[in-house]
């Protein structure tokens, strides 16, 4: 997901371009009209700063972290690095944990490169971390696992990387790649972009004999006839015909940001759209989010027929419009459950990419509704760099903010005078 600031420039003014044409060919289509979260009261939270902290070094293109048992954070870079940092003490060292960039070589497509990692949930005992990282010839997703020898302070072991699940991309964009394992079924979860371009062009988001545009579940705990992992028995298409048995939920774009809210267990998941919505969706199992015969809560209007017939499609808890100038390509995102902040308790967190700004939208309790949205940071214009990648917590739930130029950021509270 994450890009150079042109594409995505490029995209805004066709976004625009695309608005004039409807006004002007049919005046019926208003993506503005019936808007259901316009309404949602919006201002800027004067409690809360985000502060960068003091690494005496930039980190380029950070795309996720993971904390190790010892309280360190493992930051993985897009073009292949990974580093060790304490984010409780950043005057500490800061090691490098893996250098990944020879597997990584011509990876240099503006969304390719690593995607994500993630922490087996024994891994204490285990030591097995997994990741997710583009290749090319073929072009194509890549998850695999490493060993991490437990006894000799976290030193990784690259020799051991094996290869549980490979996904061919038809284009060189909306690859998603975020991984992340289930703490209560403790099975991984796998974000897909719809394969690339404009309008989906394959179908390949409402397509159930293909995975991409989907949420994917596996079991990398065993393994079932040629495959490197199984296919848990719960999931929603076992034993259909015609449908991919790892499907979890279908129906995305281009899902970057999922996070499983640590009180209730749901899965939350941001997904970038195209020309007029950025929308938050709470992921439910066998779910379809609409892409790409939707485009947020509205028919998409390149779609003229369905491609599956009596298909219920979820609409967002949230979401944003790109005609109203709130920006170009959503960052998610977690559901704030720290201490710090009362006010955001229940809210979801997420980031704007291209117009530099972090905010959240407090979820109703049935997680149908957005009540209420802050502003909690928007780029200063002076010409500073800001553009967030990702959005974590700390290990005491506290949020803690990438942004692609390299910075490592926390939200603090401000006293009032």
């Given amino acids: 997901m994450i890009a150079s600031l042109t594409p995505h420039l490029i995209n805004f003014s066709i976004s625009l371009a695309t608005l ?29 700063a985000l502060n960068k902290l003091p690494f005496p070094e930039t980190y380029f293109s950070p795309v996720g972290f993971i904390h190790l048992p010892d309280g360190t954070t493992i ?12 984010l409780r003490a950043p005057e500490k060292p800061v090691k490098v944990f893996l250098d990944f960039r020879e597997v990584m070589t011509g990876i240099d497509d503006f969304e390719a490169g690593v995607h994500g990692l993630a922490l087996h949930p024994e891994f204490a005992k285990n030591g097995r971390m997994f990741l997710s990282y583009s290749q090319n010839n073929p072009r194509r997703t890549v998850i695999s696992e490493m060993y991490v020898d437990r006894k000799a302070n976290y030193k990784i072991k690259p020799k051991t990387e094996k290869i549980i699940f490979e996904l061919q991309q038809p284009l060189a964009d909306h690859w998603g790649g975020q991984i992340l394992f289930g703490p209560e079924d403790g099975l991984l979860y796998i974000g897909i972009g719809d394969g690339g371009l404009r309008d989906d062009p394959y179908r390949l988001a409402q397509n159930p004999w293909t995975l991409h545009g989907k949420i994917l579940r596996i079991d990398v705990n065993h393994k079932q006839g040629n495959l490197a992992y199984s296919i848990p028995k719960e999931n929603p298409f076992v034993g259909m015909q015609l449908m991919r048995e790892e499907i ?29 919505w950025e929308e938050i969706n709470v992921i439910k199992k066998g779910g379809n989010y609409g892409w790409s015969d939707r485009d947020g809560p509205m028919a998409f209007f390149k779609t003229r027929d369905p491609l599956l017939d009596n298909v219920n499609f979820i609409d967002p808890v949230f979401a944003y419009t790109r005609m109203r100038g709130d920006g170009i390509c959503i960052i998610g995102g977690i559901l704030y459950r720290g201490k710090k902040f009362p006010e955001l308790e229940g809210s979801y967190i997420y980031g704007e990419w291209g117009f530099g700004l972090v905010e959240a939208v407090k979820i109703s309790e049935d997680e149908t509704k957005s009540l209420q949205r802050w502003t909690l940071y928007r780029k200063p214009g002076d010409g500073t760099s800001f553009n967030p990648t990702f959005i974590g917590t700390d290990q005491e739930g506290e949020i803690v903010v990438l942004s692609q130029e390299g910075t490592l950021w926390t939200l603090d509270r401000v006293e009032k005078p």
């Fill in 20 to 48: 004039v044409f409807l006004t002007a060919a049919s005046p019926g289509i208003d993506p503005l009209a019936g808007n259901p979260y316009g309404e949602v009261p919006r201002e800027d939270a004067t409690w809360c």
């Fill in 75 to 86: 930051v993985a870079c897009q073009r292949g690095m990974f580093y060790r940092l304490d």
């Fill in 248 to 276: 979890y939920a279908s129906g995305l774009r281009n899902p970057w940001g999922l996070a499983f809210d640590p009180k209730t267990g749901h899965l939350w998941c941001a997904d970038v759209g195209q020309d007029f």
